[in-house]
């Protein structure tokens, strides 16, 4: 344990003491958040961040120290285990290296090697590889038997010796991958034959680039184009070189064992073991190992750019507690409306159809009017589907006939919604109410709370990420709970309100102490301060240990319980009181006042100085929300369909998403917009995070319109010249996102000038309808 905590203390730049800490929290049951938040003296300050990166490299220590004592075991079993071995096997710090240390001896099948070694021609090989003056035809003589009847037998017999112990060298393997990793090529070309099936993958039919710089969107799609059997994928280790004597990876492999041939007798046979060596051992198996490595690595950065995304739409600003009317636009099915009052409460639903082919506009319109005179409805939440850009107009003319009490009318996503209508949670919600109407409920709730509501779905559902199909979706739904947890717990939860999903989110809580405590909640009523949650079944005081402070109970018994502050530290708030002289009624929300206090003198021996400072901060805001203020975008009057564009429009739009190479942006058109990384700003970005986030108002222009494709090109340089000239019906960017649509938007770093890879087919003209094509796969992703 002590060598585990300080390799994560180096990876991290802290102090071992630090790491201890924090491992002796998570061993007892705390949860990340709790220990961010409430144990910053025991960690001394080590942040969320910290925390998940510890926590991961502390779970694949403790599994490669399992595995190392296994392999130490088995070797030492067999009679194998050399001091020098061991040495080497104990300082293995990753899972790679223990393997490869592990290959000589791990039991395998019986190998042409081995048979040649049980039939005793071993001596042989040791004296080829020794002696390179002996003739192998002549030596060979005196080892041929019954199984190995001649010269040639029994010299392949010695090669198939020296090859495998040339492959099972870890440190030759090590070499191996350093030299492959720093020149190697990643090499796709198409399967024969399959010119017309493949066309959306036409960028990689002859297609190479350095294996170390391949994003994450490329490899990705490349692995999906020979997941579907139409690319074949292969690493190059000299790409370009003429025809030589020896490759590079064979000239290694002979530098390796320091075999300098020049004519020698034995020459020909070790220069055959060499060549076998790479082409019929290593090459196959590194090609396979790094290709598995690339993919991981793609998928991590495709999970990370989901996880981001997904944060930032968790956090989005929410209207609050106002009475929300939902609609969910249709055509042919009519819009679905849904009444909720400002806790999230179902008042009322119906269905409306204002569209084609019923085309009840006028009586919808007085549906509308007379639900916000009757409800006095303050807001109106629109899902962005088929049809929202008629609903919205309909909407208008439904508020601009109300004479008061005009309600606000938003744009929501409704990405997800359906999930949630046929969810076992919106059922045991709604028994009664049709799947579709559940989803007008949504609408409307997720305006009002976005975290509270899209907890309710499973968050690969929500479409904020990049070829979320193609990638491990064990660590996807991991990191996905983290960060759902992250965000949940980083607001807080109202005790009185929140549904079982949200609290099942809350630290500490199981899915079923959340069922418990609305079940308690339902049968006693309202809590009115914390402590009452131990009288929750199943709910004892390391749970509450966990959660109380997540909690938030409006109203109550204590004032206290609506903040931030912890049970525990209600003392240190009790002598802040004392050394002002003030009731805590004076103190709560009182800047000033609490400036008057020196953190210093309140720490006891129970309660340090990070742990006061957090008490006296929030004191100042107490239970404030993290969340930014609430804001919406206007989308321009008349521009209703992807038709209605013009090239230099300018027009406000909200960040729907945010990949690797540049953001999404919905302008009101059913087809988000790209605007790519080079056109975010005027400066330098590695990173489009670093300009924009999810749920962003931004103001776009117009750059480029496809009609027939469906792809939008827009910049955020507002003065940047644009001309109106068709799309450029080839377009390499545009093309290279027609792999994705899957839920698929690509990840990589970088715009015209970063990250491209190098193709053998001449290079199209770039154009500036650059990645359109993402924007067309995100469109389906979303529906």
Not at 125 to 151: G, T
Not at 291 to 303: D, P, T
Not at 530 to 554: C, D, W
């Amino acid at each position: 344990m002590t060598q585990i905590a300080e390799q994560i203390a180096k990876e991290l730049t802290v102090k071992v003491s630090q790491v201890s800490a924090a491992i002796a929290l998570l061993d007892e049951g705390s949860t990340v958040p709790f220990i961010a938040r409430y144990r910053k003296e025991a960690t001394q300050g080590l942040d969320d961040n910290h925390l998940r990166h510890l926590d991961q490299r502390l779970n694949y220590l403790r599994d490669l120290e399992d595995r190392r004592q296994v392999i130490l075991t088995n070797i030492e079993q067999q009679g194998n285990l050399s001091a020098e071995l061991k040495s080497q096997i104990l300082a293995a710090d990753n899972k790679t290296r223990l393997e490869d240390l592990y290959l000589p001896y791990r039991p395998k099948r019986r190998t042409k090697g081995q048979i040649a070694i049980e039939a005793g021609i071993e001596p042989l090989a040791d004296k080829l590889y020794q002696d390179w003056q002996v003739n192998p035809e002549q030596a060979a003589k005196d080892f041929i038997n019954a199984d190995f009847k001649d010269e040639k037998a029994v010299l392949d017999g010695a090669c198939y010796i020296l090859i495998e112990r040339f492959a099972e060298d870890a440190d030759l393997l090590q070499k191996m991958r350093r030299h492959l990793l720093k020149q190697a090529h990643l090499t796709s070309t198409l399967v024969k034959g399959k010119e017309k099936e493949a066309a959306k993958y036409r960028d990689y039919f002859e297609h190479s680039e350095l294996l170390r710089n391949v994003p994450s969107h490329r490899a990705l799609a490349m692995f999906r184009g020979r997941n579907e059997g139409y690319l074949q994928l292969n690493i190059d280790v000299d790409p370009g070189q003429e025809d030589s004597s020896y490759s590079s990876a064979e000239q290694l492999i002979m530098e390796h064992f320091n075999l300098r041939l020049s004519g020698q007798a034995a020459a020909e046979f070790l220069t055959k073991v060499v060549r076998w060596s790479w082409k019929v051992k290593l090459s196959l198996s590194l090609e396979n190992e790094l290709l598995g490595q690339l993919r991981e690595q793609a998928e991590v950065e495709s999970i990370k750019v989901f996880s981001s995304n997904l944060n930032d739409l968790l956090m989005a600003s929410p209207a609050g507690a106002k009475t929300t009317l939902g609609l969910d636009p249709g055509l042919r099915t009519g819009c679905k409306i849904a009444v909720v009052d400002g806790t999230g409460k179902l008042l009322y639903t119906t269905t409306i159809f204002p569209h084609a082919p019923q085309n009840h506009w006028d009586k919808s319109v007085r549906t509308l009017a007379n639900l916000c005179q009757q409800y006095k409805i303050e807001l109106i939440a629109i899902g962005n589907g088929t049809a929202s850009r008629e609903s919205d107009k309909l909407v208008a003319e439904a508020i601009q006939s109300l004479e008061s009490l005009k309600p606000r009318k938003i744009m929501v996503s409704e990405a997800g919604a359906s999930v949630y209508s046929a969810s076992e949670f919106a059922a045991n919600e709604f028994p009664e109410l049709d799947v579709s109407l559940r989803g007008a409920v949504s609408i409307a709730r997720r305006l009002q709370d976005p975290l509270a509501e899209l907890v309710k779905i499973d968050p690969k559902a929500i479409g904020v990420g990049q070829y979320q199909h193609d990638v491990s979706q064990s660590l996807l739904s991991k990191t996905l709970d983290d960060v759902i947890e992250d965000c949940v717990n980083a607001v807080g939860v109202d005790l009185n309100s929140a549904s079982v999903p949200l609290l099942t989110r809350v630290s500490g809580l199981t899915k079923t102490m959340a069922q418990n405590v609305v079940v308690f909640r339902d049968a006693n009523g309202r809590f009115n301060n914390r402590k009452e949650l131990i009288k929750v079944p199943r709910l004892g005081p390391k749970a509450f240990e966990q959660a109380a402070g997540f909690l938030r109970i409006a109203n109550g018994d204590n004032p206290l319980d609506k903040s931030g502050v912890h049970p525990e530290t209600y003392p240190v708030v009790e002598q802040i009181t004392k050394v002002l002289n003030s009731e805590l009624d004076a103190v709560l929300g009182n800047g000033e006042l609490l400036k008057q206090l020196k953190a210093p003198e309140l720490v006891t021996d129970k309660f340090g100085e990070l742990t006061v400072q957090d008490v006296i901060k929030e004191l100042e805001k107490p239970g404030r929300d993290p969340r930014p203020e609430f804001q919406t975008a206007t989308f321009q009057e008349g521009v209703n369909t992807i038709a209605d564009l013009k090239v230099g429009m300018i027009l406000e739009g909200v960040i729907s998403n945010v990949a690797n190479f540049g953001a999404f942006v919905d302008v009101g058109v059913h087809q988000d917009g790209l605007v790519h990384i080079s056109s975010l700003t005027d400066k330098f970005v590695s990173d489009p995070r670093e300009v924009v986030k999810a749920g962003d108002i931004v103001k776009v222009k117009v750059v480029e319109v496809d009609v027939e494709r469906k792809r939008i090109s827009l910049t955020m340089r507002l003065d940047d010249k644009v001309s109106d000239k068709p799309a450029h019906k080839k377009s390499k960017a545009a093309d290279a996102g027609s792999q994705q649509n899957k839920g698929a938007k690509s990840g990589g770093k970088g715009g015209a000038k970063q990250g491209k890879g190098k193709s053998h087919k001449p290079k199209e003209p770039a154009n500036a309808a650059m990645g359109n094509a993402f924007a067309d796969a995100f469109a389906k992703l979303k529906k």
